[in-house]
């Protein structure tokens, strides 16, 4: 039955809120000291919630790998990055994680292997030397990765989930520090064996010993993004790093000379008006007391007749014709003003 409730489900099963509250006090955060921070990556966040109680609680930077696009947003509300692909479909910093905190499927790929065996070989490369694994996982299937974890995790911890929450799967709660070296340790493959199959002490709300320091690592960026193209995410990248934020470019484009400047003198009504007839005020609203104008000028080009010698030959010549539109806000009247006669010059008017 659990089973067949989990398929229905799309595999969604979130941790826990109280089992996720008792690890959180299974572990401890080191003491700051400089540009050092503590990272923990959650690689199935769901809807982060059990992932934001736990990097609050160590005070760690939160990275979470959710599938499902609804979940992912949701979790996007409460960790700091988020990635909305598969976790085997990410571009990840080795050795860049103090925590990997991992609640994978309990289900099988289509070429029936074990997906939480897959889940933790693959993502133990971001997890440094020192690193806690924090690993939830259906007690019976542990002995399925005893061989891995004995080579590259030490310092193991066991819990079952405490009741009622352990009749739904089963599902144990293992702590390891990551090796600095992969090494084979049969007994400690041995240990994990028999913690798969005997009974195990429940995961209290309080640890009886002392809690498990985490590592601090150097603060930074990491390399954290997705292997397929994200609109999202390429959004945010070019604001921050874009080629149009980068001071060489703007340099070159809008030089300091080439910028707005405020003239030294106020502008007068002629000035004001050629400035709007050559469009740089478009669309700007005018105040003067109760009313407010909104004004809109260009300038187009007229071909006149002039009068020569010869009667057989039509001589034109081109003049600009200048105009503004005024439009009252008040009252709705439009005024076409400045349209004078082919003769005149241009820019002529009144000062």
């Not at 941790?15 to 990556?41: E, F, M, W």
């Not at 542990?142 to 995790?153: F, G």
């Not at 990551?178 to 240990?191: E, F």
Request: charged share 25%; proline share 7%; net charge negative.
């Amino acid at each position: 039955m659990p089973r067949l409730e989990a398929t229905a489900r799309a595999g969604y099963w979130p941790t826990p809120a109280r089992v996720a509250d008792a690890i959180s006090r299974y572990l401890a955060s080191p003491t700051k000291t400089g540009r050092r921070t503590v990272r923990l990556l959650d690689p199935c966040a769901r809807t982060g919630e059990a992932t934001a109680d736990i990097a609050k609680a160590l005070g760690a930077e939160s990275f979470g790998i959710e599938l499902n696009t609804e979940r992912a947003e949701a979790a996007r509300t409460r960790l700091d990055h988020v990635l909305a692909t598969s976790a085997f479909s990410v571009r990840l910093a080795n050795c860049a994680l103090s925590v990997l905190f991992l609640n994978p499927p309990y289900a099988q790929d289509d070429e029936k292997r074990r997906l939480e065996h897959a889940f933790v070989t693959a993502m133990a490369r971001a997890l440094c030397p020192g690193g806690v694994l924090v690993f939830l996982i259906p007690q019976e299937r542990l002995a399925v990765s005893a061989r891995y974890l004995a080579s590259h995790y030490t310092s193991f911890a066991a819990y079952r989930f405490p009741d009622p929450e352990f009749a739904a799967f089963r599902q144990m709660v293992l702590f390891a520090v990551r090796k600095t070296h992969g090494t084979h340790d049969a007994a400690g493959q041995a240990q994990l064996e028999r913690w798969s199959e005997t009974e195990l002490p429940p995961l209290l709300p309080e640890p009886a010993g002392a809690p498990l320091v985490v590592p601090s690592l150097p603060a930074g960026e990491i390399l954290f993004g997705s292997l397929f193209f994200d609109a999202r995410q390429a959004a945010t990248e070019a604001q921050r790093r874009g080629v149009w934020v980068q001071p060489q470019l703007t340099e070159q484009l809008w030089p300091p000379e080439e910028r707005a400047v405020r003239p030294l003198m106020p502008l007068r009504r002629g000035h004001l008006a050629l400035l709007i007839a050559a469009g740089f005020l478009n669309n700007v609203v005018l105040t003067h007391g109760n009313q407010r104008i909104l004004v809109k000028g260009r300038i187009h080009k007229e071909l006149v007749p002039i009068e020569t010698d010869d009667e057989d030959t039509e001589v034109e010549r081109e003049v600009l014709r200048t105009s503004v539109v005024a439009l009252d806000l008040e009252t709705g009247a439009l005024e076409v003003i400045g349209d004078g006669d082919a003769s005149a010059p241009v820019g002529s008017v009144d000062p």
